[in-house]
């Protein structure tokens, strides 16, 4: 199920996208986890608990008189969540080149301006969108692991690599673009995804992604460039799963 989230701290604006988004929940048959809406940043950012394309934020440039704020807010989203979809509601549209410098990847600037059929609409589509996006991930191509510490979802497509981090008893999962670091064990992810491959006690691997394999010096690549390590007692085993995936 999604999360949505708004972050806007003028009450009437609140309560406008809260009945929008609402209504347009209960119109298309949408199931949420949260739902929640804030006033403040840091309220946001404590409440943002999950990882993973189902969470959806919607959020006002400006917060409190400052013009920049909610980009600063959507960087600190993504520096938790790499996959979540961000859609910016506000009346600063000219902000948008900025968004590119902060490195946020929104999905949609909309315009608190627009006429409210338009600014319904471009809201449904967002919403429509994340759900879509929800969807396939769950019923198709889906890593969801869960923890007392942590709970991360991403499509299992993306996925490279999952290593034993610096850190204890943390992971880092690679994708082609990202990193993604939670509390957990290879041990444990592997008991839930059995689809990964364990290639080293450090690594967990998926072996889709893989596009080389160097026997002598027993490394996987991947599709970006980046490699791994394979263990002289598994390199048969890995071999010969990702030779079967392309027979």
Do not use: W
């Not at 008189?65 to 910016?88: M, S, T």
């Not at 967002?126 to 929800?134: C, D, E, H, S």
């Amino acid at each position: 199920m999604m999360n949505v989230f708004v972050l806007e701290d003028d009450f009437a604006q609140q309560s406008r996208i809260e009945s929008i988004v609402g209504s347009l929940m209960e119109r298309h048959h949408i199931q949420t986890k949260k739902f929640e809406v804030f006033g403040k940043p840091d309220q946001l950012i404590r409440a943002v608990e999950e990882k993973g394309a189902h969470q959806l934020f919607f959020l006002d440039i400006e917060i409190r008189a400052d013009d920049k704020k909610g980009l600063e807010v959507a960087q600190q989203i993504r520096d938790i969540d790499p996959f979540a979809i961000i859609v910016f509601v506000t009346t600063h549209s000219e902000y948008m080149p900025l968004a590119f410098r902060y490195q946020v990847s929104a999905l949609d600037f909309i315009d608190k301006e627009l006429a409210p059929t338009e600014f319904e609409a471009r809201i449904e589509t967002a919403l429509l969108y994340a759900n879509g996006k929800n969807s396939r991930t769950v019923a198709e191509d889906s890593f969801y692991y869960k923890s007392r510490y942590a709970q991360v979802h991403v499509p299992f497509a993306d996925i490279l690599y999952i290593e034993t981090s610096p850190h204890p008893h943390r992971v880092i999962l690679h994708t082609e673009k990202d990193r993604l670091e939670f509390t957990g064990n290879l041990a444990d992810i592997l008991k839930q995804e059995k689809r990964l491959l364990q290639c080293h006690r450090s690594y967990l691997i998926n072996p889709n992604n893989v596009v080389k394999v160097d026997r002598q010096m027993k490394v996987l690549y991947f599709r970006n460039g980046s490699n791994c390590y394979v263990a002289r007692n598994r390199m048969e085993l890995v071999h010969n799963a990702i030779r079967d995936l392309h027979r």
